[in-house]
């Protein structure tokens, strides 16, 4: 069975840092792309990143030079490494498993979701 | 970037409803539309795939049509525990949600 299990949110101040991560079972990883999505409180859904099975990333605007997705493969476990933290980037955050095969990929699984809160 | 845009924003209706949603893309996007069922507090649901296919597990009462910029899900037969909001989203070029509509309790 697949899941997700985010980890790390919580009360960080305005330009503040933050690692959320994502354990992963019932799969691999680096087999699949990897995303974050936010959700800001009674919003709806915004994507912020991905990691491609080569490794490759990209993000949304609201985020690039700001946060980095990475994967560890030995602990099956994405991260998203949040700096400069601002209050608009409050929401849960919840990382999606691409889907497999073909060449597009929509979201086929989903973690329960981790709030981060920036506020002073 | 492909902006989505659902209608109506929220929609009233009864059980045993038959209930349409609409999604328009900004530019086409062949069928790479899914849909997502979201409940309060827990996280989205993935309904449909490639504008039409059904995912496992998920009952035959949800359809996807449509394709290029124009996509619809229909709920035939609405049940109480369809009450939720709904999501489109585009996966042709990145990843963009639409703004959900809220299906609720007539």
């Known amino acids: 069975e697949v899941q997700l299990v985010e980890t790390g949110g919580g009360l960080i101040q305005p330009g503040g840092s933050l690692r959320l991560s994502c354990a992963a079972s019932g799969f691999t990883v680096s087999s699949n792309y990897m995303s974050w999505v936010r959700q800001a409180p009674g919003k709806g859904l915004e994507w912020v990143s991905v990691i491609y099975t080569g490794g490759s990333t990209a993000y949304a605007d609201f985020v690039k030079g700001r946060f980095t997705i990475s994967r560890d493969s030995s602990k099956n476990t994405l991260y998203l490494q949040m700096n400069s933290l601002r209050a608009e980037d409050t929401a849960v955050y919840y990382c999606?498993?691409?889907?497999?095969?073909?060449?597009?990929?929509?979201?086929?699984?989903w973690g329960q979701g981790t709030l981060v809160t920036v506020s002073s | 970037d492909i902006q989505m845009t659902q209608s109506p924003s929220t929609l009233s209706a009864s059980v045993g409803d038959r209930v349409t949603i609409t999604c328009r893309a900004s530019q086409s996007i062949s069928s790479w539309l899914a849909w997502y069922q979201q409940k309060p507090g827990k996280a989205p649901k993935l309904l449909i795939y490639k504008a039409s296919s059904l995912e496992s597990g998920v009952p035959s009462r949800f359809s996807g049509s449509g394709s290029g910029t124009e996509f619809t899900l229909t709920i035939s037969g609405l049940q109480a525990d369809d009450f939720a909001t709904y999501y489109c989203?585009?996966?042709?070029?990145?990843?963009?949600f639409g703004q959900g509509t809220k299906v609720e309790i007539k």
């Open positions: 989203q585009q996966y042709n070029s990145y990843w963009t």
């Open positions: 999606a498993r691409g889907s497999s095969g073909g060449s597009y990929f929509h979201f086929d699984s």
